[in-house]
Nanobody, 116 residues
């Protein structure tokens, strides 16, 4: 059973930084992409950032130039560096892994709270 374990969430003041990490419990083969999503109460989960097996990255417009996603060469960890945080970044952040055969894995989520 594959597990994704997130860490690094917490409380930070606006303008501050946090780094989220996600560790995969065992190797996942044929990874297509690793990414981060976030969700606030009453809203759908939304994509924050993704990195593909080809090395391309994609970011939500709201986080461009502030957040950076990175993954190790073994696809065993994925990180999200979040700078210049805003109160509207407050959410539960989820790690996600997708394979080329359409398998999908999710972490349990980590809370990020940005105070004004």
């Amino acid at each position: 059973q594959v597990q994704l374990v997130e860490s690094g969430g917490g409380l930070v003041q606006a303008g501050g930084s946090l780094r989220l990490s996600c560790a995969v419990s065992r190797r996942i083969f044929s990874v297509n992409a690793m990414g981060w999503y976030r969700q606030t109460p009453g809203k759908q989960r939304e994509l924050v950032a993704v990195v593909t097996s080809r090395g391309s990255t994609n970011y939500a417009d709201s986080v461009k130039d502030r957040f950076t996603i990175s993954a190790d060469n073994n696809w065993s960890t994925v990180a999200l560096q979040m700078n210049s945080l805003k109160p509207e970044d407050t959410a539960v952040y989820y790690c996600n892994v997708r394979t080329v055969v359409f398998q999908e894995y999710w972490g349990q989520g980590t809370q990020v709270t940005v105070s004004s």
